[in-house]
């Protein structure tokens, strides 16, 4: 099965001018702990999660209102295709120890793929269940 049968394709971004408290907001609005970092081009830049607004922002005490996005972002983040094999996915995920992964075509944002996606398909259950379960063991021991 393809990254595409189960991502999902309407996806929130935010710029990397915006600034943490708009993407904070957006957060909330779509219920999501992540959001991509897009250019005017629909490139992806980089991930902003609602970790990285807390532990880069709000905890050395900067303004949200006024700090970009762009200044707090996780950059260099794990992608995958579309076309790639979910087992694929799930493999990226637990080595990177993320939850979700931008889906990117010709260098532009298509999709989202979360481990939530994987778990909803039963031809994936095993490898949605060894993600989650590498992923929770390392936040559990980030020292390993």
């Given at each position: 099965?393809?990254?595409?049968?189960?991502?999902?394709?309407?996806?929130?971004?935010?710029?990397?001018?915006?600034?943490?408290?708009?993407?904070?907001?957006?957060?909330?609005?779509?219920?999501?702990?992540?959001?991509?970092?897009?250019?005017?081009d629909g490139g992806l830049r980089g991930v902003i999660t609602d970790r990285d607004i807390?532990?880069?922002?709000?905890?050395?005490?900067?303004?949200?209102?006024?700090?970009?996005?762009?200044?707090?972002?996780?950059?260099?983040?794990?992608?995958?295709?579309?076309?790639?094999?979910?087992?694929?996915?799930?493999?990226?995920?637990?080595?990177?120890?993320?939850?979700?992964?931008?889906?990117?075509?010709?260098?532009?944002?298509?999709?989202?793929?979360?481990?939530?996606?994987?778990?909803?398909s039963h031809a994936c259950d095993m490898e949605a269940s060894a993600a989650l379960s590498?992923?929770?063991?390392?936040?559990?021991?980030?020292?390993?």
């Open positions: 099965m393809q990254v595409k049968e189960l991502m999902c394709q309407s996806v929130a971004w935010v710029d990397p001018q915006d600034t943490a408290q708009g993407a904070a907001q957006l957060l909330a609005q779509h219920d999501v702990g992540s959001l991509p970092v897009c250019g005017e807390v532990l880069r922002c709000v905890a050395v005490q900067e303004d949200p209102a006024k700090t970009p996005v762009h200044k707090i972002m996780t950059r260099n983040c794990a992608v995958v295709s579309p076309t790639a094999d979910v087992r694929e996915a799930a493999q990226i995920m637990a080595s990177r120890q993320v939850r979700r992964l931008p889906v990117v075509e010709q260098d532009k944002v298509v999709g989202i793929l979360s481990l939530g996606d994987l778990s909803l590498d992923i929770s063991a390392e936040s559990r021991h980030p020292e390993m």
